[in-house]
Every structure is written in C-alpha cells, then in structure tokens.
C-alpha cells in the first residue's frame, strides 16, 4: 500500500503543479483576440473535456508507438493527466477571468500598468477567489482519478488492493485503500478550505 500511494502522490502533485499555471495560460489563449489560435486551443478543450480519461490514456500509451512514439507507463500516464487537467482548469480560468469587470482592464490600460503587472496584482487575485470552489472540487477530482492508472499496469493504491483482494479472498484490502482516498481527500479539503480563508479578503460588500 505504501508502494502504491507514491504513485498515487507522484501522479496527483505532477499534474497538479503542472496542469494549473498551464490552464492559466491556456485560459488566456483561449480569450485571445487572434481567431486561429483561439480556434485551435477551443479544439482542443474540446477533446480533452468530451473524451474519458481512461480512454486517452489508453490512446497515449497503446496509440502513440504506431506513429513512433514511445513512453514509458508513468511518463504516459503523466502526460494524458497533465493534458486533461490543463483543458478543466483553462475553462474554469477562463470563467474566472470573464467575471472580471472590464472596468479594470480599461483602467490598468489608462494608468499604463503593463499586462504582466495587471495580471498579477490586479486580475489574478480576484479571479483566485472566484475560481477557487470549482479548482477545489477538480482538485479533489484528480486525486480520485488517480486511481485510473492501474490501467497501464502501474502498481497504485488500488491495483494492489484489487491483487490482495484476489488473493486473500477478501474485501479488506479495498476498503483500506477506500480509506486511505478518503484520508488524502479530507487533508486536501482541509488545505483548500484554508488557502480560501486566505483570499475571503477580496469579497464584495
């Protein structure tokens, strides 16, 4: 089990540190003025949120070698994460960012504050509290799909649960990996509940 819940945190941390700046940025092509490259980023929202999972990653890892490239289980089973995590927190991002009032973009332009500055002091602190309930709950979702990677044949949480299950004869070994999902989901509630106190300073009277 321990083996198992590397995995689990190797897959969950990855995607997370890697899939949210992305969304940002992916958010931000995707309100782009330039038709093309908002055309294409919508393409690809689209794909990554109306397809499963599990059949991507199955696509990643079976699919690939026939056009010659080759990966690895994790490498795969990262990248297929990475790929869909980032199209969920693109439009949850982009939600975020169209709340905004365009006021404040306007006036940012008017005191010549550059785009970077903007973003960071101005825009990106309100979108946080405005996105946080939806990132939270894609949050707790990842670290629950993570139990899909026992599909490529990685020994995780649950794919050790499922051999011991077989071999014992017993349901005992899924219900300790049931709690252990339900240990690492109530630390991350717990974590998120706290980086939301931290930005309830920026709610509207």
Do not use: W
Not at 19 to 38: N, Q, T
Not at 41 to 60: C, S
Not at 125 to 151: A, H
Not at 168 to 177: D, E, I, W
């Amino acid at each position: 089990m321990i083996d198992g819940l590397k995995i689990v945190l190797i897959v969950f941390f990855i995607t997370f540190l890697i899939s949210l700046p992305l969304g940002f940025l992916v958010a931000l092509l995707r309100l782009s003025a330039i038709k093309i490259l908002s055309g294409f980023v919508k393409i690809y929202i689209l794909i990554m949120r109306g397809t499963p999972l599990l059949l991507q990653m199955i696509f990643v890892f079976f699919g690939l070698p026939y056009v010659g490239i080759v990966l690895d289980r994790l490498t795969a089973c990262l990248l297929t994460f990475c790929l869909n995590y980032t199209a969920y927190f693109a439009e949850i991002f982009r939600g975020g960012i169209k709340s905004i009032d365009r006021g404040q973009f306007e006036a940012s332009r008017v005191l010549d504050i550059d785009k970077f500055t903007m973003y960071k002091k101005i825009i990106l602190p309100q979108v946080m509290k405005n996105v946080l309930l939806p990132i939270s709950n894609e949050t707790i979702s990842l670290i629950k799909d993570t139990s899909l990677v026992y599909v490529l044949g990685l020994n995780d949480i649950l794919r050790i649960a499922q051999v011991a299950t077989t071999r014992t004869a017993s349901l005992m070994p899924l219900l300790y990996a049931g709690l252990i999902y339900l240990f690492l989901t109530a630390i991350l509630t717990r974590i998120l509940d706290m980086i939301e106190k931290h930005y309830s300073y920026y709610v509207r009277e």
